[in-house]
């Protein structure tokens, strides 16, 4: 069962845009974290919000939740070729759960 | 590198089959956790061990086995391969027992590619 859905399902967009992607979920959360994929390649952790958190920066990424709609975002600005990747967020299905969840993922494509 | 190692990277083998893929953590890391990935399903979670005992079980089919060892490597046995088996398998670890209360992150290894013939 997805816990996760990403929203758009794929984006394309020109070297130095901003990128923008949204998470919904359904349940109540401690934390949401945002991982990326390269192609074929395991899963790298970006960045993690705890619920009492509405906004956190790291580099060129900034993720905001909102606990009251169920979603976050994340944003990664100045986009470059090397951004290309699948984007997931994760959480579990409920505050006595262990495993991350995730959804199926934003597919970012970066042209230069 | 995430410390978190996988092998083998690729398997190809025949339907009927039963194949074994291993998964050392990351040093200190208590928790393994098994993932799924194909196009039309995702990535889907299958299985947790911590500290050598069963913690959480996700879709994992009941052809599927896993076990994680004293020395805290785990492996995914499957077996009576299907050709819907074909995935891209994947092995996470934590420190911590899981994720539902404690802000920690997980670290995935490079995957084993299974190719069911």
């Known amino acids: 069962s997805q816990q996760g859905e990403e929203d758009p399902q794929a984006l394309s967009i020109q070297e130095g845009e901003n990128a923008t992607m949204n998470c919904s979920y359904k349940?109540?959360?401690?934390?949401l974290q945002w991982y990326r994929q390269n192609s074929g390649r395991g899963l790298v952790h970006l960045i993690l919000i705890r619920s009492n958190e509405r906004e956190k920066h790291s580099g060129r990424l900034r993720v905001t939740l909102d606990t009251s709609k169920k979603s976050s975002s994340l944003l990664i600005t100045a986009s470059r070729a090397a951004d290309t990747a699948s984007y997931f967020c994760a959480t579990v299905l409920n505050q006595a759960g262990t495993a991350l969840i995730f959804g199926k993922g934003t597919t970012l494509s970066v042209s230069s | 590198d995430s410390g978190v190692t996988q092998t083998p990277k690729h398997l190809i083998t025949a339907t009927g089959q039963r194949v074994t893929l291993r998964c050392s953590p990351r040093?200190?890391?208590?928790?393994v956790y098994w993932y799924q990935q194909s196009l039309d399903q995702g990535l889907q979670f299958l299985i947790q061990?911590?500290?050598?005992?069963?913690?959480a079980k996700g879709n994992i089919l009941e052809r599927f086995s896993a076990q994680q060892f004293p020395d805290l490597h785990s492996e995914l046995n499957l077996s009576s391969l299907e050709l819907g088996d074909s995935a891209l398998y994947f092995c996470?670890?934590?420190?911590?027992?899981?994720?539902?209360?404690?802000?920690?992150?997980?670290?995935f290894g490079q995957g084993t590619r299974l190719t069911v013939v």
């Open positions: 061990y911590y500290n050598g005992e069963e913690r």
């Open positions: 349940t109540s959360i401690n934390n």
């Open positions: 040093s200190g890391d208590l928790s």
């Open positions: 996470a670890s934590s420190v911590a027992g899981g994720f539902g209360l404690l802000n920690t992150e997980a670290f």
